[in-house]
């Protein structure tokens, strides 16, 4: 299975496939939390708005075409709610908030090899 990208969310017209991402890639929650306090001192906390996850890849060994492929799609998408089918076949819809992209050359010294990190935001479909 590989990693794909498709915008617009729902009738995309645009697609990226990606290979697998590396192993240590996380996802968690993130709560958007207020905090504020009170006059006498008390500290009040509520939730302001939905619970999204935090979702991070790593991908290792992208080729230069690749990420030119990435980059187009991402100047189309940029704020725009997109679905990621992921390594595991999850689908999940999501906002990209890494910006820039990082792009790093490949630790292996391998020739137009790169390691590339994204960061989303969003919910599971």
């Not at 645009?14 to 500290?43: H, R």
């Not at 906002?95 to 790169?114: E, F, R, Y």
Request: glycine letters at 8%; one cysteine or more.
């Amino acid at each position: 299975m590989s990693f794909v990208m498709r915008y617009p969310f729902n009738h995309w017209t645009e697609t990226v496939t990606l290979p697998n991402p590396i192993f240590g890639n996380s996802d968690g929650y993130g709560t958007p939390f207020q905090f504020k306090i009170t006059e006498d001192g008390a500290v009040k906390s509520n939730l302001s708005g939905d619970i999204k996850s935090r979702l991070v890849y790593t991908f290792n060994k992208i080729l230069k075409a690749d990420i030119i492929n990435l980059e187009d799609f991402i100047d189309l998408s940029i704020g725009e709610e997109i679905r990621v089918v992921d390594h595991n076949n999850d689908q999940w819809q999501v906002k990209l908030v890494s910006n820039p992209i990082n792009v790093t050359q490949g630790s292996d010294g391998a020739c137009g090899l790169h390691q590339l990190v994204l960061e989303f935001e969003g919910t599971k479909v």
